[in-house]
């Protein structure tokens, strides 16, 4: 399944996803998919995007050690609230393997969405980890990467890397 995986200089994850409109059995099963996915790949979010298919759908999965592995699906998620305080952390993406950088976002965040079954959830006042994973999917809907949130010279410093990746994945 990896295979399909988008790395970065694919011009698809810099597209902007489309709203889902219709929540059936496909849904559920591409849902089930991107799980899947996840945690083969060893990540805590994906993107639909990251697998080629330009809809806001995202699976989180935040390491806790008193829950059992089971990822939240977002669906057309919305950030409706942010803490004016913020958190600065080391990220990485699939995406962009390889590559981590310090992003600063905010610490809380109160996010809107729909499951998979077309069911309302919000997760309210989220912080830490879970949170910037949250806005880290929400990035990658809006064809944002977390290389677009660090510090020029930072960015500077790692453009080598960058052309190597988009080069090395070119033809893939």
Known sequence: MSEDL?????????KKCEEVTVFDDELVKFTERLRELMYELDGVGLAAIQIGKALRIAAV??????KEKEAVILIN??????????????????????????????????????????????????????????????DHMDGILFVDKIDPLKKTLIAGKLKKIAKEHKDK
Not at 7 to 13: A, D, R, T, V
Not at 61 to 66: A, L, Q, R, S, Y
Request: charged fraction near 25%; include cysteine; charge should be negative.
């Open 6 to 14: 988008q790395i970065y200089g694919s011009k698809l994850l810099r």
């Open 61 to 66: 999965d935040v390491p806790d050690k008193e």
């Open 77 to 138: 998620p919305k950030i409706v609230w942010k803490s004016q305080e913020m958190q600065i952390d080391s990220e990485g993406c699939l995406s962009i393997p390889e590559i981590r950088a310090t992003v600063s976002r905010p610490m809380s965040v109160t996010v809107e969405a729909v499951s998979e079954k077309g069911e309302p959830v919000v997760f309210e006042n989220v912080s830490g980890f879970f949170a910037r994973a949250i806005q880290h999917e929400i």
